[in-house]
T-cell receptor, first 114, second 112 residues
Framework: ETGVTQSPTHLIKTRGQQVTLRCSSQ?????VSWYQQALGQGPQFIFQ???????GRGNFPPRFSGLQFPNYSSELNVNALELDDSALYLC?????????????FGSGTRLTVV | GDSVTQMEGPVTLSEEAFLTINCTYT??????LFWYVQYPGEGLQLLLK?????DKGSNKGFEATYRKETTSFHLEKGSVQVSDSAVYFC???????????FGTGTSLTVIP
């Protein structure tokens, strides 16, 4: 079975721009969660998607938004980028009802905002 | 709210030394506790877990015991190897919850 894949692996954006990060969930999983990991910090929960709808959100402003597609893949969109948005963004997939034991994390997208 | 506090690093040990990384937690309900490991340039990998008080999670020589009375879940290994060099994260998730609360991570370097 394939794991969780994220793209791109690295990117650099300018403050004020918008960015889209992508995640393909593990085969058989129907839920995708996104986490932000700032340098030297632990990952922080952004939100989770199930059946193409948001199913829980952490303490992040509305300029962080997401989508889930019928094939369970997902996008994370961040508008009006700020320098503090520089971080590793992790995607994790699972099957609803198996959390927290069935999580599989991807390798992440490293976003640098300059 | 829920939170995890873990020992700050970095930690540097010689090969075959004993490892302890402290982790304490605050939770409103009945959490499960986890240790995740992150190797350079990679995502998070589950190392071990414990789902209720007094459970011991173990994997690859690492162990941690869920201590409700001290709200702790300390990670231990009797003899570390160079390949254990990584960042270790303690985390909790509430029963029925859909998110993890992670500590800030402890960087471990093992030297030959």
């Amino acid at each position: 079975e394939t794991g969780v894949t994220q793209s791109p692996t690295h990117l650099i954006k300018t403050r004020g721009q918008q960015v889209t990060l992508r995640c393909s969930s593990q085969s058989g999983h129907n839920t995708v969660s996104w986490y932000q990991q700032a340098l030297g910090q632990g990952p922080q929960f952004i939100f989770q998607y199930y059946r193409e709808e948001e199913n829980g959100r952490g303490n992040f402003p509305p300029r962080f938004s997401g989508l889930q597609f019928p094939n369970y893949s997902s996008e994370l969109n961040v508008n009006a980028l700020e320098l503090d948005d520089s971080a590793l963004y992790l995607c994790a997939s699972s099957t609803l009802g198996t959390e927290p034991y069935g999580y599989t994390f991807g390798s992440g997208t490293r976003l640098t905002v300059v | 709210g829920d939170s995890v506090t873990q020992m700050e690093g970095p930690v540097t040990l010689s090969e075959e030394a004993f490892l302890t990384i402290n982790c304490t937690y605050t939770a409103t309900g009945y959490p499960s506790l986890f240790w995740y490991v992150q190797y350079p340039g990679e995502g998070l990998q589950l190392l071990l877990k414990a789902t209720k008080a007094d459970d011991k999670g173990s994997n690859k020589g690492f162990e941690a015991t869920y201590r409700k009375e001290t709200t702790s879940f300390h990670l231990e290994k009797g003899s570390v190897q160079v390949s254990d060099s990584a960042v270790y994260f303690c985390a909790l998730s509430e029963l029925g919850g859909n998110q993890f609360y992670f500590g800030t991570g402890t960087s471990l370097t093992v030297i030959p």
